[in-house]
């Protein structure tokens, strides 16, 4: 495939009249892309009057509802449904994508190894960016943390906000899990799931992080504060131990444990060398933030961890409608199941 030849539909997801504004600016900047998306979906995620807004404010695009449980991945998952494309693209209702968008992520299609490409994606405050937010958890604002690629590169996931995967791919796997998908503003990590199930299942080969397919996203003035931060990250933790219990510690974490022990390290020592050796005052704030989030991480993951490992030990099985979540342990003939 080639920007040329390009084969993609788009899906949106929407759930909330709050973000109108934004939805009209994320679906306009698909629209204005310089080769045109085979389909522009928009799906409505069980909101009635939300579904009848945009049927009536969109011509020319798909507009469907949610028909699985409400949240993020029900709602892609309706979308891929839709799609007719051989790729389907995903883009948030709160995100604006590059006239370029599609046409650079068509590029890495043209490895048959690549089962989907991601883009960077850059935060777009309403407010002026806080000195003494780590550009390092720029993934707690669902954006492109500056210790990733500049380049082309292989990733073990990409972001839900700015990605695009193989239609046959994401029905090879069943699509989005329910058990990790965003409903409401709750974190979502179903694209993480999904990315690590499909190198699991095919390890020859990859998922693709184009840096140069971008998108800007939204970040209203309540991301602009600590207790954002701190939240954010905390949830964060949880995921990562519902993910790790689902799909196993060394493929969740092995992305985390090189974050954790080589980027974290130099950004907080970074932060007090602005302060204290180039006399910047946020460097030290901005320190003590990469801390705290860290520390909201590791408790956020080890309360949860708790939980998965009591649940596995009372639960036989845990089932979403989308497929298992966690694996069911063997039988052993026999033996009765408390």
């Known amino acids: 495939m080639s920007g040329g030849s390009m084969d993609m539909s788009v899906v949106i997801c929407a759930y909330t009249d709050e973000r109108w504004q934004d939805l009209v600016t994320a679906v306009a900047s698909v629209q204005r892309q310089t080769v045109p998306a085979r389909q522009i979906i928009l799906v409505v995620d069980h909101n009635p009057a939300l579904l009848d807004h945009c049927r009536s404010a969109f011509p020319g695009v798909t507009i469907v509802e949610n028909g699985e449980q409400r949240g ?7 979308g891929v449904a839709e799609a007719r494309a051989s790729v389907v693209a995903f883009l948030d209702d709160d995100a604006e994508a590059d006239a370029d968008w599609l046409e650079r992520l068509a590029e890495g299609y043209t490895d048959a190894s690549v089962m989907g490409v991601g883009g960077s994606i850059t935060p777009h405050w309403h407010t002026r960016a806080p000195d003494w937010f780590p550009t390092e958890f720029y993934w707690a604002l669902g954006c492109s943390h500056s210790a990733m690629p500049q380049v082309s590169s292989p990733t073990r996931n990409m972001i839900g906000a700015n990605m695009s995967v193989r239609r046959d791919v994401l029905e090879a796997l069943g699509g989005f899990r329910h058990c990790f998908g965003k409903i409401g503003t709750r974190y979502s990590a ?36 600590r207790r954002f931060f701190v939240t954010r990250c905390y949830d964060e933790g949880v995921s990562k131990a519902k993910l790790s219990s689902a799909v196993g510690a060394a493929d969740g974490l092995a992305n985390e444990y090189w974050y954790t022990f080589h980027v974290l390290p130099r950004a907080f020592l970074h932060g007090l060398g602005d302060t204290f050796l180039r006399g910047r005052p946020y460097g030290v704030t901005r320190a003590l933030a990469i801390a705290s989030g860290f520390a909201a991480t590791a408790v956020g993951y080890a309360l949860s961890a708790a939980r998965e490992r009591l649940a596995g030990r009372t639960d036989s099985r845990v089932v979403s409608a989308a497929g298992g979540c966690r694996a069911a342990p063997e039988r052993t003939p026999g033996r009765s199941e408390a």
């Open 72 to 78: 993020i991945s029900g709602a892609r998952n309706t």
């Open 190 to 225: 179903d694209e993480t799931d999904l990315c690590i199930r499909g190198l699991q299942r095919w390890p020859q080969r990859i998922w693709l992080y184009e840096p140069s397919a971008r998108v800007t996203h939204k970040q209203p003035a309540s991301r602009a504060t």
